[in-house]
């Protein structure tokens, strides 16, 4: 057995096993949004059982929706940046563990009161809906500002390819 040597066919094979790790991260975020499009319903549902008017329509319940999908999508894999060692506080990891802890935290309370059938107090409304659009908020921000700074070199590997299809 050998490796295979022709630079043509190991750019052809790292090409193929790119395409596939971008799938599966494709596919991993959009999980990641329906989890947070799935928390915003129960969120919504929740804040729509407390008759407040604004709570009830359909603009609110869709916003809800959307803002679970995109900051859960955008917000929670997050690049690191490229200095790492700096000794400073990642303000946009900051964001995004805060962005997240307040969301679920919506998320949770929604749930049980929608299972246990409870209706929280007019100001517990208020709050949980600034938990959802805050977390939601701090989550796509986070999402967004990691994206834009330089990526961690570190973080790609210089090591050969592995693949079966390299050898002889």
């Known amino acids: 057995m050998r490796i295979v040597t022709r630079p043509k066919q190991r750019a052809v094979i790292a090409r193929e096993l790119m395409m596939v790790s971008r799938a599966a991260h494709v596919l991993q975020r959009t999980g990641l949004a329906m989890a947070g499009a799935m928390a915003g319903t129960f969120v919504a549902a929740q804040l729509a059982k407390g008759h407040v008017a604004v709570f009830g329509t359909l603009i609110f319940i869709a916003t809800t929706i959307v803002i679970g999908a995109a900051g859960f999508y955008l917000g929670i894999d997050i690049?690191?940046?490229?200095?790492?060692?700096?000794?400073?506080?990642?303000?946009?990891?900051?964001?995004?563990?805060?962005?997240?802890?307040?969301?679920?935290?919506?998320?949770?309370?929604?749930?049980?009161?929608?299972?246990?059938?409870?209706?929280?107090?007019?100001?517990?409304?208020?709050?949980?809906?600034?938990?959802?659009?805050?977390?939601?908020?701090?989550?796509?921000?986070?999402?967004?500002?990691?994206?834009?700074?330089?990526?961690?070199?570190?973080?790609?590997?210089?090591?050969?390819?592995?693949?079966?299809?390299?050898?002889?």
């Not at 995004?96 to 949770?108: E, K, N, R, T």
């Not at 246990?116 to 517990?124: G, H, S």
């Not at 939601?136 to 592995?162: D, E, H």
Request: aromatic share 8%.
């Open 79 to 168: 690049p690191k940046p490229a200095m790492r060692g700096t000794g400073r506080i990642d303000a946009v990891e900051l964001m995004s563990a805060g962005g997240i802890f307040l969301a679920a935290l919506a998320a949770l309370v929604s749930v049980y009161g929608i299972v246990f059938d409870e209706i929280p107090p007019r100001a517990w409304e208020f709050v949980i809906g600034t938990w959802w659009f805050g977390g939601g908020i701090m989550l796509a921000t986070a999402g967004l500002v990691g994206r834009q700074r330089p990526a961690n070199a570190a973080a790609m590997s210089t090591r050969p390819i592995r693949d079966q299809r390299l050898r002889r």
